[in-house]
């Protein structure tokens, strides 16, 4: 059974502070994504990784993919209270099929 | 539109009754998917079109669970004699292509709570 788990599931810090969100999945794929969530909101769509060794970098987030050890980390750089969200990470099955993480919330406090 | 957009916002419905849900997906989007949340979850795959055709139902529960996509833009997904434990956010996304050279793009969900 296809599986992908985020690594931790709440996450609370501090701004200004570098944190690191992990994503495993169990079967090997070559197409990774992370999503951003906002409390009642839709998803927003951060990252599309597509092969291994991709690293992608939007402002203070950025997101990187190996493959051969099938695991994706999304890294937090100073944060700040504006990234407070929940982060999902997803694995591509088949031609277009999402399978998604348990989410990974986020709180960044002053 | 600019977005996908999804009716009703909010579905309040007694068990037993059937529900449609509707989906207007990005103009030109190829692709559309449903997905079902649970609260504290992430999003589980129902089912996607590719056009009008149907391309994969494996995530649709069981049979009381329906989707058609007739002309290639509007979609509707039907929940027969619903029961409580349908209760969940449903939401639709589109995308311009096969997901491996795009990403979703999700609307804003149908809110479904069975009573």
């Known amino acids: 059974e296809l599986k992908v788990e985020q690594n931790p599931l709440f996450l609370s810090m501090q701004e200004g502070k570098n944190y690191t969100i992990y994503c495993n999945y169990s079967t090997t794929s070559d197409r990774l994504y992370w999503y951003r969530q906002d409390p009642g909101k839709s998803l927003e769509s951060l990252f599309v990784?597509?092969?291994?060794?991709a690293v992608k970098q939007e402002g203070r987030l950025m997101a990187s993919l190996d493959t051969k050890a099938r695991l994706s980390t999304l890294h937090i750089t100073a944060a700040v209270h504006d990234l407070s969200a929940t982060y999902f990470c997803a694995r591509g099955q088949g031609a277009q099929k999402l399978v998604f993480g348990q989410g990974t919330r986020l709180t960044i406090n002053p | 539109g600019a977005g996908v957009s999804q009716s009703p916002r909010y579905k309040v419905t007694k068990r037993g009754q059937d529900v449609a849900l509707r989906c207007d997906p990005i103009s030109g989007h190829v692709s559309l998917y449903w997905y079902r949340q649970a609260l504290g979850q992430g999003p589980e795959f129902l089912t996607y079109?590719?056009?009008?055709?149907?391309?994969?139902k494996s995530g649709l529960p069981n049979d009381r669970f329906s989707a058609e996509r007739p002309e290639g833009s509007i979609s509707t997904l039907t929940i027969q004699r619903t029961e409580q434990r349908d209760s969940a956010m449903y939401r639709c996304?589109?995308?311009?292509?096969?997901?491996?050279?795009?990403?979703?793009?999700f609307g804003n969900g149908t809110r479904l709570t069975v009573t």
């Open positions: 990784l597509l092969s291994n060794g």
């Open positions: 079109f590719n056009y009008e055709a149907q391309q994969d």
């Open positions: 996304a589109s995308s311009s292509g096969t997901v491996s050279n795009s990403p979703l793009h």
